[in-house]
């Protein structure tokens, strides 16, 4: 599993750039964007969006 950036909310402030221990997150097309392969759900990121908008993905397993 990875944990998954809501596209819609995102507001690409890079805040959780910053955040994450494995540079897992880096900007996309629109928004910010999870590597599925990098990330290791250690929920950094997660509590610095000011959108609320990163949670982990139950649909993104890598089994
Ligand atoms: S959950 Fe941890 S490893 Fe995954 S993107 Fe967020 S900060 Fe990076
Ligand atoms: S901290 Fe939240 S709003 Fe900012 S770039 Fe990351 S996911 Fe988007």
């Given amino acids: 599993m990875a944990y998954k950036i809501d596209s819609a909310s995102c507001i690409s402030c890079g805040a959780c750039v910053v955040e994450c221990p494995?540079?897992?997150?880096?900007?996309?097309?629109?928004?910010?964007?999870?590597?599925?392969d990098?990330?290791?759900d250690c929920g950094e990121c997660v509590s610095?969006?000011?959108m609320d908008c990163i949670a982990p993905d139950e649909h993104n397993?890598?089994?």
């Avoid at 494995?22 to 599925?36: F, N």
């Fill in 22 to 36: 494995v540079d897992a997150i880096s900007p996309g097309d629109d928004t910010y964007l999870i590597s599925v």
């Fill in 38 to 40: 990098k990330c290791v």
């Fill in 48 to 50: 610095v969006c000011p």
């Fill in 61 to 63: 397993s890598e089994e």
